[in-house]
């Protein structure tokens, strides 16, 4: 993979690259599907299942806290960009402004265009993860999952769903999009979680 795009890492960045990744030039777009088109206007984000049902406008979202963030980010198609910076919500500080059910253990992840993706509460409700809408000080490009995405720096980021719109909290697992179509249940890149087992994961 090294080469126009890709390189190792150096020996001070080796600790900070997974098994099998290599470092990314730039900052490549892996989209599936259409890349829908979301004003910040129009965009709204919804909760619901094993939660009492919401729904917030971005004047909402942008009223809460926000913070600079500094983190790796890793990717199943084995490429990892170190030290990229974002501006977001802190997942936690959002979760102050919902009701969600003590039964609730797994969230599915929706987002604008049908895209799916789903997560333990476990690795949901980290400190270190948030709602992003800025990328190295720039509004977050469509591309990119503008004008939202959600980041959750220690999976892969699949689980970092771009153009997110909703959390549906549940009670089980269910799987998303990549899960049901061969992807890793959970995605920890350190375990090299890229595809499930019956996919020779």
Not at 9 to 16: A, G, V, W
Request: hydrophobic share 35%; net charge negative; proline share 6%.
């Amino acid at each position: 993979m090294p080469g126009k795009f890709f390189q190792k890492p150096n020996e001070e960045e080796s600790d900070r690259v997974p098994p099998g990744q290599h470092l990314a030039k730039g900052f490549p777009v892996l989209t599936y599907g259409a890349t829908p088109q979301v004003s910040t206007e129009e965009w709204e984000f919804k909760v619901w299942g094993l939660a009492k049902p919401a729904v917030f406008t971005w004047s909402d979202l942008m009223a809460l806290p926000q913070h600079e963030f500094t983190a790796d980010f890793h990717c199943v198609t084995r490429w990892s960009k170190l030290n990229v910076k974002w501006t977001g919500i802190k997942v936690t500080d959002f979760l102050s402004l919902i009701e969600v059910d003590s039964q609730a253990e797994h969230v599915m992840e929706h987002c604008y265009g049908g895209y799916t993706t789903n997560i333990s509460m476990k690795d949901f409700v980290r400190e270190e993860n948030f709602f992003a809408f800025k990328l190295f000080d720039e509004p977050l490009a469509t591309e990119h999952g503008g004008p939202m995405r959600l980041v959750v720096p220690h999976l892969y980021a699949w689980k970092s769903a771009k153009w997110i719109n909703g959390l549906e909290f549940l009670g089980r697992e269910e799987l998303g999009f990549w899960e049901r179509n061969g992807y890793h249940r959970r995605g920890e890149p350190w375990a090299e979680e890229r595809y499930s087992s019956a996919f020779g994961g």
